[in-house]
Nanobody, 119 residues
Framework: QVQLVESGGGLVQPGGSLRLSCAAS????????MGWYRQAPGKQRELVAA???????NYADSVKGRFTISTDNAKNTVYLQMNSLKPEDTAVYYC?????????????WGQGTQVTVSS
């Protein structure tokens, strides 16, 4: 069974940095894309950043220049380096993966990790 386990959330002051990690485990044969979404209270879940197999990246306009997504293919892990954090970045951050396991190809979600930006 495939699982995505996130870590790295927490409380940080405005202007600070955090690094999120998400490791995919299980019987995985291929990973096509991994990314991060976030959901703030009262708002819809939105894409933050994604990386497609081959290294193509996509960022939300609101985080361009501040956040960087990267992957470690050997560890089936995706990272999100978040710099110059703002209060509006406060949300639950979810890892997402488009991958193929023994059950076939499908999307998986992590459990979410809280990021709070506040002084």
């Amino acid at each position: 069974q495939v699982q995505l386990v996130e870590s790295g959330g927490g409380l940080v002051q405005p202007g600070g940095s955090l690094r999120l990690s998400c490791a995919a485990s299980g019987t995985i044969s291929s990973i096509y894309a991994m990314g991060w979404y976030r959901q703030a209270p009262g708002k819809q879940r939105e894409l933050v950043a994604a990386m497609i197999s081959g290294g193509i990246t996509n960022y939300a306009d609101s985080v361009k220049g501040r956040f960087t997504i990267s992957t470690d293919n050997a560890k089936n892990t995706v990272y999100l380096q978040m710099n110059s954090l703002k209060p509006e970045d406060t949300a639950v951050y979810y890892c997402n993966a488009d991958l193929e396991a023994f059950t076939g190809r499908q999307y998986y979600w992590g459990q979410g990790t809280q990021v709070t930006v506040s002084s």
